[in-house]
């Protein structure tokens, strides 16, 4: 298997965890607020803010960095320590404002896996377009698996917690993976450019931070 569809494979088993834990934080703040609609704004809320913040701050590092897969493996390990629960008094407003907080964390981290694999995968601008669409339909694919998988099967078997500790393995598992392929590969054309290239790069580098940008991966 070649290093690119390695990182296809881990972003979609990245994507699946990332809907699995979308739909357990769901059951988690259900059982907190008690009101089905406000949980799952809450969640819904915080995902989406979290992936659109991720994208926007971490793009501009992916471009600095000589191997951006070590970040997308380090964002991946991070998100493994999501606290299950939090406690926020008796007011609902307290409740939903501390749980999104605390999952704009995680979710933040997952945005930012997006863009760092955008720039792993993308040897030449003229190779954005292609790559960047892979990698969101994969990891979009993995949603839908990871959502239905949580719902219909690991919440059922195994209960909320455990099924949270499933989770939190298959994404060190992912980190691990992505550390041990960023050790392996050298840096591309498109990830260090020689000297004489630096205005070149920064526009290159500008392209790639719109991509990421523009297009937040569903989940990460």
């Known amino acids: 298997m070649t290093a690119h569809r390695l990182v296809l494979l881990l972003f979609l088993i990245s994507g699946a965890v990332g809907l699995?834990?979308?739909?357990?934080?769901g059951r988690f703040l259900l059982e907190l607020i008690g009101v089905s609609a406000y949980s799952y704004a809450?969640?819904?809320?915080a995902f989406m803010a979290g992936l659109a913040l991720g994208s926007a701050l971490f793009g501009r590092l992916a471009d600095r960095v000589r191997r951006p897969l070590l970040l997308s493996a380090l964002y991946s390990g991070w998100v493994s320590f999501t606290p299950e629960q939090a406690g926020a008094g008796h007011a609902l407003w307290a409740k939903?404002?501390?749980?999104?907080?605390?999952?704009?964390?995680?979710?933040?981290?997952m945005g930012g896996t997006y863009p760092a694999l955008v720039r792993y995968a993308t040897e030449h601008l003229s190779q954005v377009g292609r790559r960047a669409s892979q990698l969101y339909a994969v990891n979009a694919l993995g949603a839908v698996a990871g959502a239905l998988f949580m719902a219909f099967v690991l919440m059922p078997g195994l209960g909320m917690r455990m099924s949270l500790v499933v989770l939190a393995l298959a994404n060190g598992l992912v980190a691990a993976a992505a550390l041990l392929l960023a050790r392996g590969k050298?840096?591309?054309?498109?990830?260090?450019?020689?000297?004489?290239?630096?205005s070149k790069s920064r526009g290159a580098?500008?392209?790639?931070?719109r991509?990421?940008?523009v297009s937040p991966s569903p989940s990460s």
């Open 20 to 25: 699995g834990y979308q739909v357990l934080w």
């Open 205 to 209: 580098s500008r392209d790639f931070r």
């Open 96 to 109: 939903v404002l501390v749980a999104g907080l605390l999952l704009l964390v995680p979710t933040t981290l």
């Open 42 to 45: 809450t969640v819904l809320a």
């Open 186 to 198: 050298d840096p591309s054309p498109a990830q260090v450019a020689p000297p004489d290239a630096h």
């Open 211 to 213: 991509v990421s940008c």
